[in-house]
């Protein structure tokens, strides 16, 4: 898993993970799913 950033239009920042094949190759490498850092970080926490 890598950590991947987007802008939105309003120049908010979104942080998640993705298989670090997909940034690669393209979205055909990986049949995963991308995962908002949010979601992982309170998962973890959860642990």
Request: with cysteine; glycine share 8%; aromatic share 8%.
């Amino acid at each position: 898993m890598t950590l991947r950033t987007g802008t939105s239009k309003r120049s908010r920042v979104y942080r998640y993970y993705s298989c670090s094949a997909s940034g690669r190759v393209g979205k055909s490498a990986c049949k995963g799913r991308t995962v908002p850092m949010e979601n992982l970080a309170i998962w973890s926490h959860a642990m």
